[in-house]
């Protein structure tokens, strides 16, 4: 069973030209014994028909191997093929296999042509077939058989013109359905390329905002050291070296927010930017919001880069926000970990459609929505509904860090942020 199924798969894989060739040669190669070998029961009922020559294998070979160009120009195969069949009978040769070219062409004529087309042709092939049928009785007169071989003859092509019909019928359907299945992959990709620049615009007005504070606090210590210069050098120097340190992350932020800068129609917002310390109020809105959360803090907590600070933070509350959207009755648990060269966010829960929440996330590289916090509201900050899974590969990138999202076994889902510090502190 396997190797014919195999087989037929091979078989479709064939060029249509070289399949359909091999269909008429098959019918050839059968047809000409039946050329040169007449069978003895012609001969019982008196019939005699011409020898075989090489006029009878040309026609043979007109009207199979015709068949090879079915499916580009059917009518024209069909009128070859009956051409042949027509005057095989006429010179006087025996009817053989070769004629279910003549339904097979009936078939792909009905199959392969307009509507317009397929009407009018099976019509003239359906007088044609009279014609051939009454030109056989003149020559061959049996009058025992004649009214069944009428009958059987017309509706053996009948059929094979409704089975063609049919055919392209699904034909069309599968047309319009791959035409549609290329527009929707379309739009998906254009969708998430949209939600893509929508959340780099927004990480780029976070950065924005944390390298305006930097410069802020920079252009306050170089007024309060230019001040205490002359009086307390030590008090100035301080101030420098915390410019040199505030300018020097300003730097790092501001090479991540080139590389995600978008465009800056939205305003910026003068509100602090949230940050890790934040997050027990975060899980307290959730909470309050009817998602049962627990936060774990491992490690020692210390100062981070504002960047990450913010990204780590909005990674917690995109991952919140899926739970709540996607997981129905869940409970989470969000666990923080300080570690000498990165931090991890890790944000688990037990919640329904584990496998589903990637497809409609698009496993962290195509179109998935969230709001800006987990209770599904904007956090103030002016920024608006972020787009969960999207958002926190963005962010994640923007570090040289690394995301794994997917389903947990029996049920749940998680999320794992490894945020690099080395090269946030570069």
């Known amino acids: 069973m396997r190797d014919w199924r195999s087989l037929l798969n091979r078989a479709r894989r064939l060029n249509p030209l070289v399949a359909d060739g091999l269909l008429g040669a098959f019918l050839l190669v059968i047809a000409l014994p039946q050329l040169f070998v007449q069978d003895p029961a012609y001969h019982d009922l008196g019939y005699s028909f011409r020898g075989g020559d090489w006029l009878g294998v040309l026609l ?3 009207e199979t191997l015709a068949l090879a160009w079915r499916r580009r120009h059917p009518l024209i195969v069909l009128a070859v093929s009956t051409g042949s069949a027509v005057s095989l009978l006429l010179v006087g040769f025996p009817p053989t296999v070769a004629d279910l070219a003549l339904v097979v062409g009936t078939y792909s004529l009905a199959a392969h042509s307009p509507r317009r087309t397929a009407i009018i042709g099976g019509v003239a092939f359906m007088v044609a077939l009279g014609g051939l049928l009454g030109l056989a009785s003149v020559k061959y007169p049996h009058d025992a058989t004649r009214p069944q071989e009428y009958a059987v003859n017309f509706a053996t092509f009948t059929f094979a013109w409704f089975l063609g019909v049919l055919q392209r019928g699904r034909h069309q359907h599968t047309a319009e359905l791959e035409r549609l299945n290329r527009q929707l992959a379309a739009e998906r990709e254009s969708r998430a390329r949209w939600a893509v620049a929508e959340e780099r615009s927004r990480i780029a007005r976070e950065l924005h905002d944390v390298i305006a504070h930097a410069v802020s606090v920079m252009v306050v210590q170089a007024g309060a050291a230019r001040r205490v210069a002359g009086s307390r050098p030590d008090q100035a120097k301080d101030a420098m070296t915390l410019i040199e340190s505030t300018g020097r992350q300003a730097l790092v932020e501001m090479r991540g927010l080139v590389g995600v800068l978008r465009d800056f129609d939205e305003p910026t917002s003068l509100d602090p930017q949230p940050r890790l310390a934040d997050l027990a109020t975060l899980v307290e809105r959730s909470r309050a919001a009817g ?87 904007s956090d103030g900050n002016g920024d608006g509904p972020g787009h969960g899974l999207i958002g926190m590969r963005e962010r994640v990138a923007l570090y040289g860090g690394r995301l794994e999202v997917g389903p947990l076994p029996p049920r749940g889902f998680r999320v794992l942020a490894h945020l690099p510090l080395e090269r946030a502190a570069r």
């Open 291 to 377: 998602l049962d959360v627990t936060l774990e803090i491992r490690g020692e907590p210390r100062p981070l880069p504002t960047g990450i600070d913010l990204s780590a933070y909005r990674i917690v509350q995109e991952a919140l926000t899926n739970v709540r959207k996607h997981a129905g009755r869940a409970a989470a648990a969000v666990r923080v970990r300080y570690d000498t060269v990165a931090l991890q966010i890790e944000v688990v829960d037990d919640g329904r459609g584990g496998a589903e929440r990637v497809a409609h996330n698009g496993n962290a590289n195509a179109n998935a929505n969230g709001d800006a916090n987990g209770d599904g509201n």
């Open 60 to 62: 043979l070979a007109a």
